[in-house]
């Protein structure tokens, strides 16, 4: 989908019948201990960018354990050995550089961009809290961070409007076993419980050189750059391997329909159906189907909800691929005035309309535009969430191959508009998750019935 030109320089939009490709280079090998290293060179910047990625989210917790993927990722700040507590930030702060980290269902990241000047610091830094974590880790530290993140929980999703419909569809969605049936911030209830043993017996069975991809790009001495990962990981000792999560998917026996009554000003529908994982089958088909939906005023949902009719103030159409289920959303809030159960028969009436009809050559034209253009964006940097270097850990972690960029293109190059039909037929089925989410006391506005 894109030309060979240099990946900062590649045009944002496309012809979608104009197959261009992505040239991303990059040298991949592993360490004797486990650690996958890959390195990228690109001279047109004089900044390094160094990124890491565990294989391990909150599906990797048990029921009754959860949160402690999201923990780690704020522990994993608080020092280690031979880095006291807060000079990660200062010291890659004070030498220009920027950082941050996060989790979720799949995986933990964690990136510095720095002058490549720094670029030992920075590898420095993150082998330390690799390798040396747990010397530095005690009870304070612990409590500390726990209630940092109860205090985030509580901000982001017991305290904010709709905060918790992810939580409800979540837990409707998948049986209690399932990976993915609770938040990656678990709950406040496991956060209290967890004890320092918890915490070290998680990071002692997923956290180590083996279980990583650790990615370095951009103005790099290929050389230098590999005596120095040499230096800083070589000697890190590997953790027993752990199990691999297969993908499992889920079922609905019918339509389900689920209340919420929150703080909130303006009703809000939620309708959720069972889909695919991240690259497999039909995922791609179904990112298209969600950008034609609702994304864009010209987007069927959008202009039949918002602009035609005027019964929703917004309109959104998502699927959410993990590693190893996903889901397809449409999420619209109300207008004053207008019910849950407007807005439902509404949707299902552009849902059936496009499971029957055509998709116009237009439609699909501009959605693969769109999703081109959103990845070529990404891309031209080369550190931060979603650049190269970030990207690469995300094919070398899920798919084993960091130069997956062109294949990846090449999924929504071959979309056609009927399969985008089969598709809707198939995942947006009658069987589905509808909640409902009104101000407090106005059930009357809720969908279904």
């Avoid at 990059?26 to 900044?47: A, Q």
């Avoid at 005035?337 to 237009?362: F, N, Q, Y």
């Amino acid at each position: 989908m894109k030309k060979f030109i240099p990946a900062f320089l590649i045009p944002i939009l496309i012809p979608a019948a104009v197959y261009t490709q992505v040239n991303v280079p990059f040298e991949k090998y592993v360490l004797p201990n486990g650690l996958e290293v890959i390195l990228h060179e690109d001279h047109s910047v004089p900044i390094v960018a160094v990124n890491v990625w565990y294989h391990v989210g909150s599906a990797r917790e048990k029921p009754g354990k959860t949160g402690f993927a999201h923990l780690f990722e704020h522990m994993m700040f608080q020092g280690s050995k031979h880095v006291e507590k807060g000079d990660h930030f200062k010291l890659l702060q004070e030498a220009g550089g920027t950082l941050n980290g996060s989790t979720n269902t799949d995986r933990t990241n964690y990136w510095e961009v720095v002058p490549s000047n720094f670029l030992e610091l920075a590898l420095y830094l993150e082998s330390d809290r690799m390798g040396f974590l747990l010397d530095a880790m005690d009870q304070a530290k612990l409590d500390n961070q726990r209630d940092v993140v109860k205090n985030e929980r509580r901000q982001n999703y017991e305290n904010q409007p709709y905060g918790l419909a992810n939580k409800m569809i979540n837990e409707n969605l998948y049986p209690p076993d399932h990976p993915y049936h609770w938040l990656t911030i678990g709950t406040q209830e496991d956060l209290s419980n967890a004890t320092l043993e918890d915490v070290i017996e998680f990071h002692k069975t997923y956290y180590g050189p083996n279980s990583a991809s650790l990615c370095v790009g951009g103005d790099i001495d290929v050389k230098k750059t590999k005596e120095l990962v040499e230096k800083y990981f070589g000697d890190l000792k590997p953790i027993p391997p752990a199990s691999k999560l297969e993908p499992r998917g889920t079922t609905l026996e019918g339509r389900k329909y689920l209340l919420m009554e929150d703080r909130v000003q303006l009703p809000r529908i939620y309708i959720v159906w069972p889909s695919v994982p991240n690259f497999a089958a039909d995922d791609a088909e179904l990112d298209v189907l969600a950008d034609i939906l609702a994304r864009g005023k010209n987007s069927r949902l959008y202009k039949s909800l918002v602009y035609e009719r005027q019964i929703a103030q917004d309109v959104s159409a998502t699927q959410f691929s993990g590693e190893i289920s996903g889901q397809f959303r449409i999420t619209a809030t109300a207008k004053p005035g207008h019910t849950l159960r407007e807005l439902e028969t509404a949707i299902e009436e552009i849902i059936d309309g496009l499971k029957t009809g055509t998709v116009e050559s237009r439609e699909l034209d501009r959605a693969k535009n769109r999703i081109k253009a959103d990845f070529v964006y990404q891309i031209q940097s080369v550190g931060g969430f979603g650049g190269r270097t970030d990207r690469l850990n995300l094919y070398n972690i899920f798919l084993r191959d960091p130069g997956y960029f062109n294949k990846d293109l090449e999924r929504y190059t071959r979309v056609a508009a009927p399969r985008l039909q089969e598709v809707a037929q198939k995942y947006l089925r009658p069987e589905r998750i509808v909640l409902s989410v009104v101000p407090m006391g106005k059930k009357e506005l809720q969908a279904g019935g």
